[in-house]
């Protein structure tokens, strides 16, 4: 079911396809915020944060002509792409020895509010409730690989690694997980 706000998103995507920048601007100023708080929850560097939202809408801007709004909503492409630069940057920080692990609870992920539209605040807050409430429904060995596959960063022979499970458990846990949460989600919409 696609909703009258993911239309207009979907039209802003065709624009910036047109190298629109005035759509641009109005897709940035929707989603820097929360890029930059889920890249700052897992990265915890602010200047590593800003690279990934500068990397996510810059990436935006090249790929636009192949978005497809069939095959997923704006803020789930962009979430994707967020989840793919700050995995890049985890592992070079990693290769260069400059990251510690980072816990990391989905919870607590929060977003600095002083100039956030409270229309936006709301919806951004009941995403956040929404998959958190998912996440709560699938089981907790599912949950747990998936919270280190996105949260952490790790792959999934790190997981097996840090988790003492085989590899392909690791995968079947993680696919099993995803396939439940996009269940649970789909209720939702």
């Known amino acids: 079911m696609t909703t009258s706000a993911d239309a207009d998103e979907a039209v802003l995507i065709q624009r910036i ?12 100023d929707r989603y820097a915020r929360l890029v930059y708080a889920i890249a700052y929850k897992t990265l915890g ?3 590593e944060s800003e690279e990934v939202v500068l990397d996510v809408f ?5 790929t636009a002509h192949r978005y497809d709004a ?9 979430f994707m792409m ?17 990251v510690n692990p980072i816990s990391v609870d989905a919870g607590q992920i929060q977003i ?27 089981p907790a060995e599912q949950r747990l690989v998936i919270e280190l596959a996105f ?20 995968k079947t846990r993680i696919r ?14």
């Not at 949260?151 to 690791?170: C, D, F, N, R, W």
């Open 176 to 189: 099993l997980g995803l396939t439940k949460l996009r269940v649970a989600l789909g209720a939702w919409e």
């Open 70 to 78: 069939k095959r997923a909503r704006v803020d789930t492409w962009l």
């Open 82 to 98: 967020t989840r793919s630069r700050v995995l890049d940057r985890l592992r070079s920080l990693r290769r260069a020895g400059k």
């Open 17 to 28: 396809a047109q190298q629109d920048q005035v759509a641009l601007s109005i897709l940035y």
């Open 58 to 62: 810059s990436q935006v801007w090249r």
């Open 151 to 170: 949260y952490q960063g790790l792959s999934h022979s790190e997981i097996a690694a840090q988790t003492g499970l085989s590899l392909g458990t690791v």
């Open 45 to 47: 560097k602010v200047e």
């Open 112 to 138: 600095d509010a002083a100039d956030v539209d409270p229309i936006e605040e709301v919806l951004i807050s009941e995403r956040r409730t929404t998959v958190l409430a998912a996440l709560s429904q699938i």
